[in-house]
T-cell receptor, first 111, second 113 residues
Framework: KNEVEQSPQNLTAQEGEFITINCSYS?????LHWLQQHPGGGIVSLFMLSSGKKKHGRLIATINIQEKHSSLHITASHPRDSAVYIC?????????????FGQGTRLTINP | DVKVTQSSRYLVKRTGEKVFLECVQD?????MFWYRQDPGLGLRLIYFSYDVKMKEKGDIPEGYSVSREKKERFSLILESASTNQTSMYLC????????????FGSGTRLTVV
C-alpha cells in the first residue's frame, strides 16, 4: 500500500462543476502539499497545509490531521484547470525533510 | 522571482552514454532533490542533498549518481544510460529548517534510445 493515496486517479467533468480530489496518508507529517502539473512537465506548488483550510481564488484545500486526510476543491471549474494534481506529504526521513508523493489525479475539464 | 532551473527540457541519448542533468537554484536553499516521474508510479526520489558535498540515496538510486560541489548546483549523473532510464526528471529545492514550500524545476524529459 502506498503511503500517500489519491482518489480518483482520473476525473473528467464539465466546465462549471465543483471538483473534489482526495488524499489520504499513513505516515507522520509536518506538512501536506498540493501541486499542479500541466502538460509539459513543470510543477507548481498550490498549497502547503499543516492544519485547517486554505483558499486561493477558486481553489480550496483542507486537511484533517486526526483522520490523515486532505481534500482539494475547485469551484466553478474551467478548462484551464485541466492538469495533474499531486498530493505530497512532508516527512522527516534520513535526517532531512522529504516529500512522499501520491500518484496524482488527472483532471480534464471539458468546455 | 525565485527559480529552480534545469538545463535541458528535452534530451535524447544513446544507450551506454554518460548523461549529466544539471539543476541550479538561486534561493540559497540547503536541500536539493532529484526525482523521476513515470506514468502510474508518480514521482520517486532518486537522490537528495542537504548540504554542499553531502548526498543521500533516495528510493531508487541504482544507476544514478549525484554531485553537489556548490550550494546552488545539484547534478544528476547517469553513468551508462539505459532505456529503462527514459523518464521525466524533476529537480526541487527547499530550505532546511523552515516549513516552507518546495520549488520545482520545469523538468527534463530524457529519452534513451
Amino acid at each position: 500500500k502506498n503511503e500517500v493515496e489519491q482518489s480518483p486517479q482520473n476525473l473528467t467533468a464539465q466546465e462549471g462543476e465543483f471538483i473534489t480530489i482526495n488524499c489520504s496518508y499513513s505516515v507522520g507529517i509536518s506538512a501536506l502539499h498540493w501541486l499542479q502539473q500541466h502538460p509539459g512537465g513543470g510543477i507548481v506548488s498550490l498549497f502547503m497545509l499543516s492544519s485547517g483550510k486554505k483558499k486561493h481564488g477558486r481553489l480550496i484545500a483542507t486537511i484533517n490531521i486526526q483522520e490523515k486526510h486532505s481534500s482539494l476543491h475547485i469551484t466553478a471549474s474551467h478548462p484551464r484547470d485541466s492538469a495533474v494534481y499531486i498530493c505530497a506529504v512532508r516527512s522527516w526521513i534520513q535526517g532531512a525533510q522529504k516529500l512522499v508523493f501520491g500518484q496524482g489525479t488527472r483532471l480534464t475539464i471539458n468546455p | 522571482d525565485v527559480k529552480v532551473t534545469q538545463s535541458s527540457r528535452y534530451l535524447v541519448k544513446r544507450t551506454g552514454e554518460k548523461v549529466f542533468l544539471e539543476c541550479v537554484q538561486d534561493m540559497d536553499h540547503e536541500n536539493m532533490f532529484w526525482y523521476r516521474q513515470d506514468p502510474g508510479l508518480g514521482l520517486r526520489l532518486i537522490y537528495f542533498s542537504y548540504d554542499v558535498k553531502m548526498k543521500e540515496k533516495g528510493d531508487i538510486p541504482e544507476g544514478y549518481s549525484v554531485s553537489r560541489e556548490k550550494k546552488e548546483r545539484f547534478s544528476l549523473i547517469l553513468e551508462s544510460a539505459s532505456t529503462n532510464q527514459t523518464s521525466m526528471y524533476l529537480c526541487a529545492s527547499s530550505l532546511a529548517a523552515r516549513v516552507v514550500g518546495y520549488t520545482f524545476g520545469s523538468g527534463t524529459r530524457l529519452t534513451v534510445v
